[in-house]
């Protein structure tokens, strides 16, 4: 298994952005689809974005189409997720997480076909 530590989440006004990363260690990063899930207070775990191995397939949740971004660097063995444009509704944890399966977009949005997780990371963004 790899091992996530996420990091630059905060507070943030309403339209302001934020960038989280994760850094990953343990293992070969570049077989894994890393994907980032946020989990608000009473609501249940949500998919945010998802990152092919490669970097070269991307999907987002509805709810952050054309907000964020994901990106990787293999070299690196890092994820990062760009937030424009914060809603207060994007309140949550912010999830970096990992699935060393193949790429199916039916089963990459799920959160229980990733078996390593971070610790969470806070993101609130006021009105």
């Known amino acids: 298994q790899v091992q996530l530590v996420e990091s630059g989440g905060g507070l943030v006004q309403a339209g302001g952005s934020l960038r989280l990363s994760c850094a990953a260690s343990?293992?070969?990063?570049?077989?894994?689809?890393m994907g980032w899930f946020r989990q608000a207070p009473g609501k249940e775990r949500e998919l945010v974005a998802v990152i092919s191995q490669s970097g070269g397939i991307i999907y987002y949740g509805d709810s952050v189409k054309g907000r964020f971004t994901i990106s990787r660097d293999n070299a690196k063995n890092t994820v990062s997720l760009q937030m424009n444009s914060l809603k207060p509704e994007d309140t949550a944890v912010y999830y970096c997480?990992?699935?060393?399966?193949?790429?199916?977009?039916?089963?990459?949005?799920?959160?229980?076909?990733?078996?390593?997780w971070g610790q969470g990371t806070q993101v609130t963004v006021s009105s």
């Open positions: 997480a990992a699935a060393n399966i193949p790429w199916n977009r039916s089963t990459v949005t799920r959160p229980n076909e990733y078996d390593s």
């Open positions: 343990g293992s070969t990063f570049s077989r894994y689809v």
